[in-house]
């Protein structure tokens, strides 16, 4: 055997090694990084579910004599506004994250004072539907909770991949970036609880 054929040999076993590494951080990258991005979607599938239902609510109390109209058309503007903030799942930055976060904080405190001045209307409050509406929205903010924690739980198996030694040093070749986490509002820690029992 010739003695240069052994270094060949020994390269090239490195390199298909390597090249097995690189392969199979790139692949566990892309799917980590592809249930990251549905986890998103599902974060927005629940809001998209509250926008639905408070746009539902907003029809029952409509139809209540004399109801503040001024609650209202709060209500239906940042409902608008909600609706109209979504986050392209191939470009989650935490520049959009936090628009998005802003416009869903902004009806979550439309809702919140529409709730409030339900209690001065008896009849509202005795409403089958509004009530059936309440205990919807009681329940999808639970899924919403939900949804933006398997999101960061997603994110987190996807940065960690990414940004140990030495996949860190793959994943600049293959173009992968740290994600951003769904973070609670500024002083939410302080935040009151809204009441959805009219007892």
């Known amino acids: 055997m010739k003695k240069w054929l052994i270094p060949v040999i020994i390269l090239a076993v490195v ?56 609650t209202l058309t709060n209500v239906i503007e940042a409902r608008a506004k909600a609706t109209a903030t979504t986050i392209d799942v191939d470009n989650i930055n935490p520049e959009a994250i936090a628009q998005f976060q802003q416009a869903q904080t902004g009806l979550s405190s439309a809702l919140s004072r529409l709730l409030v001045t339900v209690e001065r209307y008896p009849d509202l409050k005795a409403n089958q539907n509004f009530l059936e509406l309440q205990s919807q929205l009681e329940g999808t903010e639970n899924r919403i909770n939900v949804a933006r ?31 951003p986490r769904y973070k609670a509002d500024p002083g939410s820690e302080n935040a009151p609880e809204v009441d959805f029992n009219f007892d």
């Open 15 to 70: 390199a298909f090694g390597v090249y097995q590494w690189a392969v199979g951080f790139n692949n566990k990258a892309v799917e980590l990084e592809a249930d990251a991005k549905t986890a998103w979607s599902n974060v927005e599938s629940s809001y998209q579910r509250r926008n639905d239902l408070i746009g539902n609510l907003v029809k029952t109390v409509q139809g209540a004599a004399d109801f503040e109209r001024e």
């Open 149 to 179: 924690d398997r999101y960061n739980e997603k994110v987190n198996l996807y940065d960690i991949h990414t940004t140990k030694f030495p996949g860190k040093l793959l994943a600049g070749w293959f173009g992968f970036e740290e994600m």
